[in-house]
């Protein structure tokens, strides 16, 4: 089904009409259908395993694969201003998300997840979170759906706004990585404006998920020190494809591989990426929304809002 998904959408993208009219790419319009899917229809029981492995193994290793559109010289230039913007940006957000989270009357372990999935990297950021938190049974759930949601938002949202205020590709980049939820958010919405948008965003946003682990472990002893119930934080303090990212890059930058090797591969990456954004919009509905209540959806779009002004406005300061 994904597979099926990512095939109309390449084609979808290659038409003419489409190139020179909506500029959109093949990963917004994937996600976009697999949501349509999603909303008109259930997805067949026999097909739920499938989605789960596009979403999550397949996506990875695409999200991995990105590395051989890097250069280890990108690598550099790219990590050393926006470092910066994401390390601020990132726990000021946190911070700011779990103060809005009590002035809103957000319970507690719903507002410690929000807040750590909108600062940092989305559902994974959820779930590692909620190994330590514990929170009842539909707060994992509610998190899960209101940050997947702004953050789809954001696909559309995003490479708008990047046209709008005239960003170059790097801002627009670093912006883009330090702001949205998700990886696979973040390089839909790089690829809506430009291939080196992408790139950057990659980067910037595989150095914000390396925050996760030290923020979950800390939160880990905060509530532990504060005599509140918390369980054993799971989660890597190098997630596997942030590694292979970097593997795949030192290889490009070998020079060992074949231009036309490259080639391949880069085309099997952008195939990969398509079926692993099928499985995310399969996964998507708005009708979600219903279930959260207003107060959480205002407390991870207010956060939202607060991380994506104040990573611009670092972004058009440090990475001119």
């Not at 410690?112 to 990297?121: E, F, R, S, T």
């Not at 949202?157 to 912006?175: E, I, K, N, T």
């Not at 070998?254 to 990426?273: K, Y």
Request: charged content about 15%; overall charge positive.
């Amino acid at each position: 089904m994904a597979a099926l998904l990512a095939a109309v959408a390449v084609w979808l993208a290659d038409l003419a009409w489409v190139r020179n009219h909506l500029h959109v790419s093949a990963l917004l319009l994937v996600i976009l259908l697999g949501m349509a899917w999603r909303s008109v229809a259930r997805i067949p029981a026999a097909a739920e395993p499938g989605v789960r492995l596009a979403q999550r193994p397949l996506l990875r290793w695409a999200v991995a694969g990105l590395g051989f559109r890097l250069s280890l010289h990108e690598l550099w230039t790219i990590g050393a201003p926006a470092l910066a913007v994401v390390s601020v940006s990132t726990f000021a957000a946190l911070l700011f998300g779990w103060w809005v989270a009590r002035r809103l009357g957000v319970s507690e372990k719903l507002g410690l997840l929000l807040g750590v999935g909108g600062a940092i990297c989305g559902a994974s950021a959820v779930v590692a979170a909620d190994s330590v938190v514990q929170g009842e049974k539909r707060d994992a759930p509610l998190a899960l759906g209101i940050i997947t949601l702004l953050g789809t938002i954001g696909i559309v949202l995003y490479p708008l706004l990047g046209r709008a205020l005239h960003m170059s590709d790097f801002v627009y980049g670093v912006w883009d990585g330090a702001s949205l939820h998700e990886m696979a958010q973040v390089v839909a919405a790089g690829f809506g404006v430009s291939e080196a948008a992408a790139r950057v965003a990659t980067v910037v946003k595989l150095a914000r998920i390396a925050l996760l682990a030290p923020v979950v472990l800390w939160l880990g002893w905060s509530l532990r020190h504060r005599h509140r119930a918390a369980g054993t934080a799971k989660v890597t303090p190098v997630p596997w494809f942030l590694a292979l990212f970097v593997v795949f890059a030192l290889l490009n930058s070998s020079g060992w591989l074949p231009a036309r090797a490259l080639d391949l591969l880069r085309r099997a990456d952008l195939w990969l990426l398509c079926v692993g954004m099928a499985g995310v919009g399969l996964e998507t509905s708005f009708a979600d929304l219903r279930e959260a209540g207003l107060k959480p959806i205002a407390t991870g779009t207010m956060q939202w809002a607060f991380l994506a002004a104040m990573a611009l406005g670092m972004a058009r300061w440090l990475c001119r």
